[in-house]
């Protein structure tokens, strides 16, 4: 039997799909909107997923699950507006920060930033 190490969500994420219907039912559309990555990780963690990493590029983010469940979010991204804002708030959803500290921090970052999403320590 073969088996790739590669998830569809992780490939998704590397190609840089530019949209996609996730296969959980109820989850919106992922096309980029901030606002339906939002609503979609919001379902996933009221289901009793918990946010353990972000990694982050251009093209949207790939948040994994202390289960180690994938989901990439296209409307998440390091970019001018939005984006940046809805970033921010899933990441302090998630505790990596208070949101008032992480948005002009990752408003900061490199619009092509590729990598792990930092977190911002509590004061």
Same mark, same amino acid.
């Given at each position: 039997?073969?088996?790739?190490?590669?998830?569809?969500?992780?490939r998704l994420?590397?190609?840089?799909?530019? @949209?996609? &219907?996730?296969?959980?039912? !109820? =989850?919106?559309?992922?096309? #980029?909107? $901030?606002?339906?990555? %939002?609503?979609?990780?919001?379902?996933?963690?009221?289901?009793?997923l918990v946010?353990?990493?972000?990694?982050?590029?251009?093209?949207?983010?790939?948040?994994?699950?202390?289960? @180690?469940? &994938?989901?990439?979010?296209? !409307? =998440?991204?390091?970019?001018? #507006?939005? $984006?940046?804002?809805? %970033?921010?708030?899933?990441?302090?959803?998630?505790?990596?920060?208070?949101?008032?500290?992480?948005?002009?921090?990752?408003?900061?970052?490199?619009?092509?930033?590729?990598?792990?999403?930092?977190?911002?320590?509590?004061?």
């Amino acid at each position: 039997m073969n088996a790739s190490i590669v998830s569809e969500m992780l490939r998704l994420f590397r190609d840089g799909a530019d @949209g996609y &219907q996730p296969g959980e039912n !109820g =989850l919106l559309f992922e096309s #980029g909107s $901030p606002e339906a990555s %939002l609503s979609n990780l919001r379902q996933l963690v009221a289901s009793g997923l918990v946010i353990q990493d972000i990694l982050i590029r251009p093209t949207g983010a790939l948040v994994i699950f202390s289960t @180690g469940e &994938q989901y990439f979010a296209l !409307g =998440l991204r390091v970019a001018d #507006g939005d $984006p940046t804002e809805a %970033l921010a708030r899933i990441a302090s959803e998630a505790d990596f920060g208070p949101f008032d500290r992480l948005l002009p921090f990752y408003q900061a970052l490199p619009a092509d930033y590729d990598g792990k999403l930092p977190d911002v320590d509590p004061e």
